[in-house]
């Protein structure tokens, strides 16, 4: 059985510019990065066309409540709101025919 050592290979280079978009996601340790970087990164701006990806920078709900809020929140922006019936006393009673 072979070992690791096939994984801590670099991948090779994409052949060209376009077809590295969506791929090269790779994770750097800020501890590592220059002032230089750190200015460049901050004047960067993202390319048109990407804004979908801000969805990842959000962090996900930590309770289920947070989650329902989240939700009920996404769905009053949908729109199409209808007016509700007022629940009287007649109907209150009819949820629970006794008959």
């Known amino acids: ?3 690791h050592a096939k994984q ?3 991948r090779p280079a ?3 510019e376009a077809s ?3 791929r090269d996601r790779r994770a750097v340790r800020t501890v590592d990065l220059t002032e230089e970087d750190i200015a460049a990164i901050e004047a960067s701006e993202m390319t048109p066309g990407f804004e979908h990806l801000d969805a ?3 962090p996900e709900p930590a309770s289920l409540v947070e989650q329902g809020v989240r939700f009920g929140r996404e769905l009053g922006q949908r729109g199409g709101k209808t007016e509700g019936r007022p629940a009287d006393k007649a109907f209150r009673d009819s949820l629970f025919d006794d008959s």
């Open 1 to 3: 059985m072979g070992g």
């Open 8 to 10: 801590n290979q670099p």
């Open 14 to 16: 994409p052949a060209d």
């Open 20 to 22: 590295a978009t969506g």
């Open 56 to 58: 990842e920078l959000e």
